[in-house]
């Protein structure tokens, strides 16, 4: 059973951990480059916990809720490239909204506390493979731009760096006066 205040504190810890942002970032990546996100509700899920950081791979847990579970044929792509992948179903624990006095918890001023069913996947990722498409992303990036400034060597000046004899000297006049 999971929490929602949980949740939050692990987000809380990613923003104030450079390092576990940077590692979720990588995850991320490879989650995009593998294109999980054309699978139907891929991009629903929120981060539950992690990155938990191993010695040769790195575990994210993501929550669905139960009727927006994501395709289980995106966690195939996964388990080509030496993932492994968990599916659960367990319940989230959320605070509910107050509208009337049933809806305290007794003897407090807080509102009782509803479960409600989500999925929660497990990805344990190898490191190797975050590596490899952070390298590969950057080798395309650095030959991205090779290639252009090799074909236009002019674009590689930025427009703030434009010759002074393209600027002109003087406003041009406003026409009509």
């Not at 990546?29 to 191993?54: M, T």
């Not at 195939?76 to 605070?95: F, I, W």
Request: charged residues 30%.
């Amino acid at each position: 059973m999971h929490d929602i205040v949980d949740i939050i504190k692990n987000i809380e810890t990613l923003t104030t951990n450079d390092d576990s942002f940077k590692i979720l970032k990588d995850f991320e990546r490879v989650i995009d480059d593998l294109d999980l996100y054309v699978f139907k509700n891929w991009e629903d899920g929120e981060l539950v916990a992690g990155p938990e950081v191993h010695r040769h791979s790195v575990t994210c847990k993501f929550m669905w809720t139960e009727d927006a579970m994501p395709d289980p044929v995106a966690a195939s792509r996964l388990l080509d490239y030496g993932c492994k992948v968990t599916y659960q179903k367990q319940e989230l624990m959320v605070p509910r909204k107050v509208f009337k006095p049933s809806d305290f918890r007794p003897g407090t001023k807080k509102g009782k506390i509803d479960t409600h069913p989500i999925w929660i996947i497990s990805i344990t990722m190898p490191k190797k493979l975050m590596q490899d498409i952070y390298q590969g992303q950057k080798r395309q990036q650095s030959e991205y731009v090779k290639d252009h400034i090799s074909i236009n060597p002019n674009t590689a000046m930025s427009q703030d760096a434009a010759p002074m004899e393209a600027m002109p000297d003087a406003p041009a006049p406003v026409q009509g006066q």
